[in-house]
């Protein structure tokens, strides 16, 4: 009997394996919809999840009116140049933290504390310093990430094995030497994360950001088309975020494929 | 003729090393007083915490005694240095580089161009005969094969000693003899002078022309045995009467250590 059970485990095990990955997207996608649909008709969440041809309208209409290719570039404008700041920045700061005790200890509690506050609560005081338009955007998606790649990179590289130190050391490198060809190139795994992670916040941080007065940006127009209950066009723009979001993954995971394919891998 | 003379390669000068810990002093070396001979084969055993690690990386100069000196060719160890090479047990590979890479890291340091260093690189990666994985990265390849890598890498940038710490320590049986064969005939072609660490009574008497036996807390030397068996040494000379001699000898005294510590 219990041999019996065991064959029809396997045989189960081999269906779920016989369909091929884009199979398993495709049935992903497909019961999405299903949900998706039946939000749309459930009496409750009908008004908030109108279906598929309602929001594919409001794709016409936002470009009629000429302003969705305007909220997606100035978004992304902001959420590149925030995220390029917060990277070029952490990289130093994280390195100089796992570097020198003093800096450390200094610096460590503050990013412990700043990092769990909302950004959306301290978006009215860097508007009060940096007034409207671009600039508050971006300072607010330059901290948010700053501060999670910061604590990511820092954790990188106090994990770098000792021996690895030890080793190049006694083959004659320096300082420098460890720094360029050992702590740097064993941090990378945790700096791909780290860019992981820093887009994820920025994506996320964009709605707080662009409470700062924008005048264009997928989430102040989700703001605005809440005041107009236009509720087509807001779901359109929340997919929209959930593509760039998926993209932006994708193009990570190549990366990391090229940049860290060394790592050694728990399950193939 | 000069050259047969034996000169004194590592000085160990009344080493000591004590570290300061919570619960109080603890003397890891007590004194550690050898000489070791030029292309001479140095095995050390004794039990977990004798500090035999800690004499090899004082030796390397990853560590500094609290008191004493070592010293190679008559000067003083400070810090590391290419003329000491070291093998971990645990490889301690670069994984973002490929096995020919990680050989010529050592080589590239010293300054070599690319051409030079991988010609050099070749030629110890033929010698642990790895020649069909010089592109390979090493979480590709087996732990036996990892340290081949470690070993050939140590060997290209020709140090003049050889220090390892229980090198062989994480393999299987069967690789361990094979590795250890393997790095006999190395030393008999490119005579160094080696240092190599090992809990295993068996793979001490097979490479070593000298075993020194360590006693533990505080850790000390107890005992130098002279091995005078032939080289080449084959794994066959295990089941031979000198070797189960020399054998017996040395387990029992580290027996007796282990003793010792329980008590």
Known sequence: MGSQEKKQGKKELDIIGRIPNWGWLLISFLTAMVLWFWLSINETTARSFPFVPEVFASLQTMIQRGVLWQDFSSSMISVILGFALGFVTSVPVAFLMAWYRPVRYVVEPWIQFIRNIPPLAYVPLVVISAGVGRKPQVIVIWMATFLIMTVTIYQGVRNVDNTLIKAARVLGAKDKDIFIKVIFPATTPFIVTAVRLGVSVALTTLIAAESTGAIAGLGMRIRSLNNSFEVAPMLLYIIIIGIIGITSEKIIKYLERKFTGWQETRNE | ?263
């Open chain 2, 1 to 263: 003729m000069a050259g047969d003379e034996k000169r004194v390669k590592v000085k160990i000068d009344h080493v000591e090393k004590i570290y300061e810990g919570r619960q109080g002093k603890m003397i890891a070396l007590n004194g550690v007083d050898l000489d070791i001979m030029e292309n001479e084969f140095i095995c050390v055993v004794g039990p977990s915490g004798c500090g035999k690690s800690t004499l090899l990386n004082i030796i390397a100069g990853l560590l500094e005694p609290t008191s004493g000196s070592v010293y190679v060719d008559g000067k003083k160890v400070e810090g590391t240095g290419t003329e000491r090479g070291v093998v971990f047990q645990q490889y301690a590979l670069f994984p973002w580089l490929t096995v020919l890479k990680n050989v010529m890291f050592g080589l590239k340091l010293k300054g070599m161009n690319d051409a030079e260093a991988k010609e050099l690189a070749m030629k110890y990666i033929k010698m642990v005969e790895l020649e069909d994985f010089v592109d390979a990265y090493p979480k590709e390849l087996s732990g036996g094969m990892k340290q081949r890598v470690a070993i050939a890498r140590a060997y290209a940038v020709q140090p003049e000693v050889l220090l390892m710490d229980e090198p062989f320590g994480a393999l299987d049986a069967q690789t361990r003899t094979q590795l250890q064969s393997e790095l006999i005939k190395t030393w008999q072609e490119e005579k160094k002078t080696c240092f190599f660490i090992t809990h295993d009574v068996e793979e001490a008497i097979i490479l070593a022309t000298k075993v020194i036996i360590m006693s533990a807390r505080p850790g000390r030397i107890k005992k130098i045995v002279d091995i005078n068996l032939p080289y080449p040494r084959t794994q066959e000379m295990k089941m031979e009467l000198p070797f189960l001699d020399y054998k017996s000898y040395i387990w029992g005294e580290v027996y007796k250590e282990y003793l010792e510590i329980r008590k």
